[in-house]
């Protein structure tokens, strides 16, 4: 049976998902773009910032379900240009100190809203 978690400390469902959904002991978290949740609009700037915000948007997720970052098993990044990999791999870095969960890269053409980077993630309790 499954369990839908949401906040309003992170970006609202934009379409037919939601931000989060329980499936056992695993959580399933939608893809996060930069989107600041106080304002409803997507941070301009460096991917630094975007992945950043990205990041802040996940532990609001992972809070309403009672987790953490230190939860998360997997995570997908997609980029639209994977010459920034580099810069993004630095923030993520900065928010996976030990034990970084296990992780794909995607190059994609383009995301919603003109977003540089996104993520999913999944985790566990």
Known sequence: MKKIVATKS??????????AVWA???LYLSGQIA???SIGKLVSGRIEEQTTQIFH???????????????IVKTT???TDIANFAKVNAIY???????P??????GVKELPLGALVEIESIAVK
Do not use: H, K, W
């Open 24 to 26: 056992g002991d695993t």
């Open 10 to 19: 992170a970006p609202a469902a934009v379409g037919p998902y939601s931000q």
């Open 35 to 37: 989107i600041d949740p």
């Open 77 to 79: 990044v997609f980029v």
């Open 93 to 99: 870095a900065e928010f996976f100190t030990a034990n």
């Open 57 to 71: 948007n996940i532990a609001e997720v992972l809070q309403a379900a009672n987790l953490t970052l230190d939860n």
């Open 101 to 106: 969960p296990a992780r794909s890269t995607v």
